[in-house]
C-alpha cells in the first residue's frame, strides 16, 4: 500500500461581486464589504474592492480575511460616494498566494481603466500569456486573471465598445470563467459557455440598479432580490439605459455545472440554478441511505457542509440524527494554515466529539468528501476516543480520483486517497467500521430543481472541455526544467 501525502486539503476557488446603482443611494463600500463577508467561504485568503466615483476607479486589495484587510480605518479611507463598485474573495487555485494575484485587478489602458474579478480557471493560459509575453506583454503576477485582463485590454482596442471586446475574449479563452467587470460607465458580468461555476442577477430595492454575484447569499447580503442565474455564454451589461445581454456564446457547449458546488463550497442557503444548496445536500444524504443502509444508533455530520446530508440520512433511515461535533469558530478551514505542522495543529483543535452523543453507539458519520484520508481518520479517531462503538463512514460525493481544471484544487491523482486504493483499502486507511461513497449516477440527482447537466470529472476523468497539458502554476510558480526552459525559448 503506497504512502499518502499527510495533508489533507480541498481548496476553493473564488467568489465575485458587483454592484451598480444610478441614483447613487447605496453605500457602495458598506454593501461590497458586506457581500464579501456573505463569500468569504469561497475564499479566504485575500480579497479586495474597487470603486468608481465618477468614472474614476479606485480600490484597495490585501492578503487575509475581509475583516483582516479592511479594517474600520481602511474602510474609511474608501470613497464613500461610489455609484458602483466591485469585490472579490480569493483562494489561489492558479497563480502564487502574492498581493500581486489578489483582485479585483485594475487595469488602465488608452481607453480607459478597467477593474476585473474572476472565478476559474482557464485551461489555455499558460499558452495565452506565453504568447502574450512573446508580443512583449508583462506579467506582474502568475493567476489567469491577468492573462483574461490582457486580452480584453487588446481588443478593446479592435472594438466599438467594452461588450464587443469581452465577446472577442470569450472567443479566446477556454475553461471555467465567472467574470465581473467595471468601466468608467458599464457593470459587466459574463460566464462561460459551460457554465462551470455559478453567476447569478439581482436587483436593488425600488429598482435603481443592480448587482452580480457568485452566490445568490451575496444578493440577500446587500438587500438585493435575486432575478435569475446569469446563462451559460451570456455577457449582462448594467449602465445609466438599465440591463441588457448579449447571448452570442449561449448554446455553444453543453451546460455543466461543477456539481461540487452543491457538495461543498457553496452556503447552504444559497440558491443555484433553481435549486437551493440546502435541498440538493439533504437529497445527498437521502440517496447515501438508500445506497448504503447501516444498522446504527445515531447518525451525525462533520461541520459544516456534512451537516445537511447527515439530516438528510437520518431523515430517510429513521436514525436519530444528533450533533456529534463541536467545532471552534474561531479557527479556519485546515487548508489555509501554510505549514503541515499548522496543519496538524488546527485539526486537533478545530473539532471536539460530544462523548454523550456517540458514547457506546454505532455511528453513522456524513462526511462531505475524502481528498487523501488524514483528515477523515483524525476525525474517525476522535468518534472512537469520544466512546463510539461503531462508525459507519458515508461520503456525500463520489471518491475524488482525478484532478479538476476548472477552479477547484483537487491534488495530482498521486495525492489522491482513491487512485490505486480500493474502497476497503480506504476503509482501513481512515478506520471506519464500514464506509460508502455516493454514486454518480444519483451525485448528478441532488440539483432536483435545476435542468442543467454537470461536470464530474474529478471523479470519472471524463471533461467537458480537454484537459490541460500544463497549468499556470506548474509553468509559472516552480522553476523551470532544461526541456522547458529550451521550449519556452
Known amino acids: 500500500m503506497k504512502e499518502l501525502c499527510p495533508a489533507e486539503a480541498l ?285 446504527a444508533d445515531v447518525v451525525i455530520g462533520a461541520p459544516d457542509s456534512g451537516l445537511d446530508a447527515a439530516l438528510g440520512y437520518a431523515q430517510e433511515s429513521g436514525i436519530p440524527y444528533g450533533v456529534g461535533f463541536i467545532k471552534n469558530k474561531y479557527v479556519g478551514r485546515t487548508f489555509i494554515q501554510g505549514s503541515q505542522a499548522q496543519r496538524e495543529s488546527s485539526v486537533r483543535i478545530k473539532l471536539n466529539a460530544i462523548s454523550s452523543t456517540v458514547a457506546g453507539k454505532r455511528v453513522v458519520l456524513v462526511d462531505d468528501s475524502i481528498v487523501r484520508g488524514t483528515t477523515s481518520a483524525r476525525t474517525i479517531k476522535l468518534l472512537r476516543d469520544a466512546g463510539a462503538k461503531e462508525v459507519h463512514y458515508c461520503i456525500s460525493a463520489p471518491p475524488f480520483a482525478h484532478p479538476c481544471y476548472f477552479g477547484t484544487d483537487i491534488p495530482d491523482e498521486k495525492d489522491l486517497i482513491a487512485t490505486g486504493h480500493t474502497v476497503e483499502e480506504i476503509r482501513q486507511i481512515v478506520g471506519a467500521d464500514s464506509l460508502g461513497y455516493l454514486s454518480i449516477e444519483h451525485v448528478t440527482q441532488l440539483a432536483i430543481h435545476s435542468k442543467c447537466g454537470f461536470c464530474t470529472g474529478c471523479f470519472t476523468g471524463h471533461y467537458p472541455v480537454p484537459a490541460p497539458n500544463e497549468t499556470m502554476d506548474i509553468v509559472y510558480d516552480k522553476p523551470l526544467s532544461q526541456s522547458q526552459t529550451k521550449k519556452r525559448l
Open 11 to 295: 481548496h476553493e476557488e473564488c467568489g465575485v461581486f458587483g454592484i451598480y446603482d444610478s441614483t447613487g443611494k447605496t453605500n457602495m463600500v458598506s454593501a461590497v464589504y458586506s457581500a464579501l463577508y456573505a463569500l468569504q467561504h469561497r475564499g479566504q485568503e485575500s480579497c479586495g474592492i474597487a470603486l468608481n466615483v465618477d468614472g474614476v476607479l479606485t480600490g484597495y486589495r490585501d492578503l487575509g480575511l475581509v475583516s483582516e484587510v479592511f479594517t474600520p480605518r481602511v474602510l474609511a479611507d474608501l470613497p464613500q460616494n461610489a455609484k458602483m463598485a466591485t469585490g472579490h474573495v480569493r483562494y489561489a487555485t492558479s497563480g502564487q498566494r502574492t498581493r500581486a494575484n489578489a483582485q479585483p485587478m485594475v487595469l488602465h489602458h488608452c481607453k480607459g481603466t478597467m477593474a476585473i474579478c474572476h472565478n476559474g480557471n482557464l485551461t489555455n493560459a499558460p499558452q495565452l500569456r506565453h504568447k502574450l509575453e512573446m508580443n512583449g506583454s508583462i506579467f506582474h503576477g502568475t493567476s489567469d486573471t491577468e492573462v483574461i485582463g490582457y486580452l480584453l485590454t487588446q481588443n478593446r482596442l479592435i472594438s466599438p465598445d467594452i461588450e464587443t471586446a469581452v465577446c472577442r475574449t470569450m472567443e479566446q479563452i477556454v475553461g471555467a470563467y465567472s467574470l465581473v467587470i467595471m468601466t468608467h460607465t458599464k457593470l459587466i458580468a459574463a460566464r462561460d459557455p459551460n457554465g462551470f461555476r455559478p453567476l447569478c442577477i439581482g436587483q436593488l430595492p425600488d429598482g435603481s440598479g443592480w448587482a452580480f454575484a457568485s452566490e445568490s447569499c451575496a444578493l440577500d447580503a446587500v438587500g438585493a432580490r435575486f432575478v435569475r442565474d446569469v446563462l451559460p455564454g451570456e455577457i449582462v451589461v448594467a449602465d445609466y439605459t438599465g440591463l441588457r445581454t448579449i447571448r452570442t456564446h449561449c448554446g455553444t457547449a453543453p451546460h455543466t455545472m461543477c456539481v461540487f458546488e452543491y457538495i461543498y463550497f457553496a452556503r447552504p442557503d444559497s440558491i443555484i440554478e433553481g435549486t437551493c444548496v440546502h435541498d440538493a445536500r439533504l437529497q445527498a444524504g437521502r440517496f447515501l441511505a438508500q445506497e448504503h443502509p447501516v444498522e
